[in-house]
């Protein structure tokens, strides 16, 4: 987004293999988030429907829904992988590219193992709700601000707290109940979800999304979850014990009786509430692609060379004369750039000036 689209063909100019990962679909959808005038999910309801939709709001460059797509499909086709977040987005990514080689790589696999959720006892105070980022209206600010408002109206036992900002000034104390407080350092949120204690956190979206990191936070917190059964969350949330899915057309009126039930579970800490609206059948029989085992290690010998080993094949390299034939540039090239990246020898690599690593990769294309 914003490039020319000679980005595209990159890949093809410098004669290298390419990966591509779906963190959004604009590759196919112009709008990026599959969503329609209103801002909510379109329902992917057929190629009329999006062709009516670009006219309402063109594609960047004015293309027509098939050219926008046919410009994609070359680099999705020829990746060595199409790497998607979530089953969601692999099954919506293998319809749109059934020949690419679209693979299940969850970004989790590199973080924190998630905790047991912990439910607060909820008694004799308002039900705390955390909501997380910068929201937008597909993230649910809208949602958010009436689903506050009506707590008030109502006077409802709740409380909600924005653990980042809206895309515009939101209705908040006293006309809302509803706290906004401002945007945060992503290293700072595990400390901040600490400090702000709350019964459960509120994932209110309104398109699918790929992924969720901030769901991911709050996992790794042990919070209660509720979030819309788009996208990503329920195999997220899968069989988690004190999460709830709610249909994500739900009212403000029907987000807020399922929240203020959910705090009626909270007040037993025996009852461990699986996800209602089941995403039975929604797991996919293939293992998920690991980044550790499948990916960065792919890119060299599965038997890590020996450290000291490195200086002096980087040497043998910058100081001999090449005889390899020019046909041999690119795996040349792509060995660099596997000890550049290699978890483990990369700290040594960077202690190469880089006056010798350039001088490496000029002879490297000279040969």
Same mark, same amino acid.
């Given at each position: 987004?914003?490039?020319?689209?000679?980005?595209?063909?990159?890949?093809?100019?410098?004669?290298?293999?390419?990966?591509?990962?779906?963190?959004?679909?604009?590759?196919?959808?112009?709008? $990026?988030?599959?969503?329609? /005038?209103?801002?909510?999910?379109?329902? /992917?309801?057929?190629?009329?429907?999006?062709?009516?939709?670009?006219?309402?709001?063109?594609?960047?460059?004015?293309?027509?829904? $098939?050219?926008?797509?046919?410009?994609?499909?070359?680099?999705?086709?020829?990746?060595?992988?199409?790497?998607?977040?979530?089953?969601?987005?692999?099954?919506?990514?293998?319809?749109?590219?059934?020949?690419?080689?679209?693979?299940?790589?969850?970004? @989790?696999?590199?973080?924190? #193992?998630?905790?047991?959720?912990?439910?607060?006892?909820?008694?004799?105070?308002?039900?705390?709700?955390?909501?997380?980022? #910068?929201?937008?209206? $597909?993230?649910?600010?809208?949602?958010? /601000?009436?689903?506050?408002?009506?707590?008030?109206?109502?006077?409802?036992?709740? /409380?909600?707290?924005?653990?980042?900002?809206?895309?515009?000034?939101?209705?908040?104390?006293?006309?809302?109940? &509803?706290?906004?407080?401002?945007?945060?350092?992503?290293?700072?949120?595990?400390? @901040?979800?600490?400090?702000?204690?709350?019964?459960?956190?509120?994932?209110?979206?309104?398109?699918?999304?790929?992924?969720?990191?901030?769901?991911? #936070?709050?996992?790794?917190?042990? @919070?209660?979850?509720?979030?819309?059964?788009?996208?990503?969350?329920?195999?997220? &949330?899968?069989?988690?014990?004190?999460?709830?899915?709610?249909?994500?057309?739900?009212?403000?009126?029907?987000?807020?009786?399922?929240?203020?039930?959910?705090?009626?579970?909270?007040?037993?800490?025996?009852?461990?509430?699986?996800?209602?609206?089941?995403?039975?059948?929604?797991?996919?029989?293939?293992?998920?692609?690991?980044?550790?085992?499948?990916?960065?290690?792919?890119?060299?010998?599965?038997?890590?060379?020996?450290?000291?080993?490195?200086? =002096?094949? @980087?040497?043998?390299?910058?100081?001999?004369?090449?005889?390899?034939?020019?046909?041999?540039?690119?795996?040349?090239?792509?060995?660099?750039?596997?000890?550049?990246?290699?978890?483990?020898?990369?700290?040594?690599?960077?202690? $190469?000036?880089?006056?010798?690593?350039?001088?490496?990769?000029?002879? =490297?294309?000279?040969?």
């Amino acid at each position: 987004m914003g490039h020319s689209p000679l980005v595209a063909q990159l890949h093809q100019h410098l004669a290298v293999s390419h990966d591509f990962t779906a963190h959004d679909y604009f590759s196919y959808c112009p709008q $990026i988030t599959l969503t329609d /005038e209103n801002d909510r999910y379109c329902g /992917e309801n057929g190629l009329s429907q999006c062709r009516q939709c670009v006219k309402q709001r063109p594609a960047p460059g004015g293309l027509g829904i $098939i050219e926008w797509r046919a410009r994609s499909q070359p680099l999705l086709n020829t990746a060595r992988y199409v790497l998607a977040p979530s089953q969601d987005t692999q099954r919506r990514m293998m319809v749109f590219v059934p020949t690419a080689h679209v693979v299940y790589a969850p970004h @989790l696999l590199l973080q924190t #193992a998630p905790a047991q959720p912990v439910a607060n006892p909820v008694q004799d105070r308002p039900l705390k709700v955390v909501v997380l980022g #910068a929201l937008s209206k $597909i993230k649910g600010a809208d949602t958010l /601000e009436a689903v506050a408002s009506m707590a008030r109206q109502q006077q409802a036992p709740v /409380e909600f707290h924005l653990l980042g900002y809206g895309y515009r000034s939101l209705k908040t104390q006293p006309r809302a109940n &509803l706290t906004v407080h401002g945007g945060y350092q992503e290293q700072d949120l595990p400390d @901040l979800l600490k400090w702000l204690d709350a019964d459960l956190a509120w994932f209110p979206a309104q398109c699918p999304e790929t992924y969720s990191y901030t769901l991911s #936070a709050c996992l790794s917190a042990g @919070l209660p979850v509720m979030a819309s059964d788009l996208g990503a969350f329920p195999e997220r &949330l899968y069989k988690r014990p004190l999460s709830w899915l709610v249909n994500w057309q739900s009212t403000p009126q029907q987000w807020l009786d399922k929240i203020l039930y959910a705090g009626s579970q909270l007040q037993n800490t025996q009852v461990l509430t699986v996800t209602e609206t089941s995403p039975a059948g929604r797991q996919l029989a293939s293992e998920p692609f690991d980044y550790r085992v499948d990916y960065l290690c792919s890119l060299v010998s599965t038997e890590p060379l020996p450290a000291d080993s490195l200086p =002096i094949l @980087l040497h043998q390299l910058t100081q001999a004369t090449p005889t390899a034939p020019s046909g041999h540039q690119s795996w040349l090239l792509k060995f660099f750039y596997s000890l550049r990246n290699h978890p483990l020898l990369a700290p040594l690599v960077k202690r $190469i000036p880089s006056h010798v690593q350039r001088r490496l990769k000029n002879r =490297i294309l000279n040969s």
